[in-house]
């Protein structure tokens, strides 16, 4: 009988140990900054192959340096209360998951044989978790990895040093990388640098950074920028930031 739980053992140490490799690269973003993350490879690799140099845009600019004007408009695109909450917005992820089952059966009915986008309702930890680790693929295995990854990224690392990963880390274009690259791309300036106006367009990219950036992507369309932009200028001052210096902008 041994023979049947042996598969099931290694599968369940598998696991723990992928936890704790999580746990271990986390708890190093305390003090070091990420040089990459999984969907940068992947773009890198998908953009690159085998090439020695690539037009990859990333630089990491610290948390200080960066607009509060850029800082709240992304708030307001993507996780208005990121400050407040846990982790995760659970009624959020319940429209989704009525969304996801929603487009399921519509799919069933239509007969169509291609596999329905699952929608997130993910917050900015969240999304942060999936680029950090995980693969692009759509699925409810990975959706509990990131939930996983989540919970170990707010136990461990402070809501500043997080949002602060991720205004570095987030996609702003096909090979734009972080807001450092993102505001030289765009604006010619430096994230310290960008105004309302910019900060509100660069925020409403975030949904679908490729269409921004380019025409050729934008085949699926659906997205109203100059909409978000109107949005997000409207809703950027009830937005309050934490900040390390005692007096600064809250």
Excluded at 27 to 37: A, E, K, V
Excluded at 39 to 66: G, M, N
Excluded at 90 to 114: C, F, I, P, Y
Excluded at 120 to 125: A, Q
Aim: proline letters at 3%; glycine letters at 6%; one cysteine or more.
């Amino acid at each position: 009988m041994r023979w049947i739980f042996y598969p099931l053992k290694c599968l369940l140490a598998g696991f723990v140990a992928m936890q704790l490799y999580f746990v271990i690269q986390i708890g190093l973003w305390t003090s070091l900054d990420p040089s990459n993350t999984a969907f940068q490879r992947a773009e890198h690799w998908r953009l690159c192959s085998w090439h020695l140099t690539c037009d990859i845009q990333s630089q990491w600019v610290p948390y200080d340096k960066i607009s509060n004007n850029l800082k709240r408009a992304v708030l307001v695109s993507e996780d208005d209360i990121f400050f407040q909450h846990k982790g995760v917005r659970v009624e959020d992820m319940q429209k989704a998951w009525e969304r996801n089952q929603q487009q399921t059966q519509e799919r069933l009915h239509s007969g169509a044989k291609t596999k329905p986008t699952l929608r997130g309702g993910s917050t900015i930890t969240q999304q942060l978790a999936k680029n950090l680790f995980l693969s692009s693929e759509q699925h409810y295995f990975r959706k509990t990895q990131e939930l996983i990854i989540t919970g170990l990224l707010e136990l461990i690392l402070s809501k500043q040093r997080l949002f602060e990963i991720y205004l570095n880390s987030v996609e702003w274009g096909e090979g734009i990388f972080g807001i450092g690259a993102a505001a030289q791309h765009y604006y010619a300036t430096t994230p310290t640098g960008l105004d309302v106006e910019q900060s509100a367009a660069l925020a409403s990219a975030l949904p679908a950074p490729k269409c921004f950036d380019k025409q050729q992507y934008c085949y699926r369309g659906g997205i109203n920028y100059s909409a978000r932009q109107e949005f997000i200028l409207e809703n950027m001052g009830r937005v309050r930031l934490t900040t390390r210096t005692r007096g600064a902008d809250q």
